[in-house]
């Protein structure tokens, strides 16, 4: 399989400034994730985090780097790899950069790995929301292996 590289331009791996509201669109997507179906390549984990994270940054749409192209978990892990990642982490790292020392330091709005770094989610405070196949779930952030500086 062929490597893709991203573009240095995709390469965001440094916080951005927050659009002004940027507290109600975060609430907006929480009640929206809580009422569309989950759907692998467009209503996923990763794509429901990076496209929270354009809309609360006014950044780079880096999710249409995989936006549509897999329908199933399987789907997926072989994007991921067509695109350079070992991993769902080896991913955001790739995107976002190195993670925050600790999770402790993740702020609302800010990007955290799930604890067996099978989903990503939105810090919102003491709880990480994350979206799956059950709908979206809610865990202590304390519980979560990495967090990002949106």
Not at 1 to 12: A, G, H, N, W, Y
Not at 53 to 77: F, I, S
Not at 127 to 147: D, H
Request: charge should be neutral.
């Amino acid at each position: 399989m062929k490597e893709t590289r991203l573009p240095d331009s995709q390469i965001i791996g440094e916080a951005r400034i927050r659009m002004p509201a940027w507290e109600l669109a975060l609430t907006q997507a929480i009640e929206s994730a809580r009422s569309s179906p989950f759907a692998w390549g467009v209503h996923d984990c990763a794509s429901w985090v990076f496209d929270l994270r354009r809309d609360l940054t006014g950044g780079e749409d880096v999710a249409a780097l995989w936006r549509g192209r897999y329908q199933t978990q399987r789907g997926a892990a072989l994007v991921m790899r067509r695109l350079g990642w070992a991993s769902l982490e080896d991913g955001a790292r790739t995107l976002l950069g190195a993670p925050l020392g600790t999770v402790h330091l993740a702020q609302r709005g800010d990007l955290v790995l799930s604890s067996d770094g099978a989903a990503l989610g939105i810090c919102l405070g003491a709880r990480a929301a994350f979206l799956g196949p059950e709908g979206l779930t809610f865990v202590p952030v304390s519980t979560c292996s990495l967090a990002w500086r949106v």
